[in-house]
Nanobody
Framework: QVRLVESGGDSVESGGSLRLSCAASGDRYRRENMGWFRQAPGKEREGVASITSTSRDRSISNYADSVKGRFTISQDNAKNTLYLQMTDLRPEDTAMYYC???????????????????WGQGTQVTVSS
């Protein structure tokens, strides 16, 4: 079983920055792949960024085109925490942001919500123009 708790969401102006955190606990093998997803009202949930632990000291990150160069995903294994640093925020980034995890080291479908097995409750990010 995996528990994921997001925090850090807030209301900011366009061009601002935020850092989201996701505290993870539970079976480590179920958390080898982790990602951030978002869902805006009336829209489907979409992948934002993912990180896959390929070995003890290496990981591979993947980003949606809409956030490349602005968002950075990282993890602190000692703290069991996943982060999403968001810069140059835009009104279209407004959404509920979710942390998710899945087992395995595959990079396939890394940004596909349906491929993830465990989810947090979400944290709201609102960007005003």
């Amino acid at each position: 079983q995996v528990r994921l708790v997001e925090s850090g969401g807030d209301s900011v102006e366009s061009g601002g920055s935020l850092r989201l955190s996701c505290a993870a606990s539970g079976d480590r093998y179920r958390r080898e792949n982790m990602g951030w997803f978002r869902q805006a009202p009336g829209k489907e949930r979409e992948g934002v960024a993912s990180i896959t632990s390929t070995s003890r000291d290496r990981s591979i990150s993947n980003y949606a085109d809409s956030v490349k160069g602005r968002f950075t995903i990282s993890q602190d294994n000692a703290k069991n925490t996943l982060y999403l640093q968001m810069t140059d925020l835009r009104p279209e980034d407004t959404a509920m942001y979710y942390c998710a995890a899945r087992p395995g080291m595959s990079l396939r479908q890394a940004l596909e919500p349906d491929s993830y097995t465990d989810w947090g409750q979400g944290t709201q990010v609102t960007v005003s123009s």
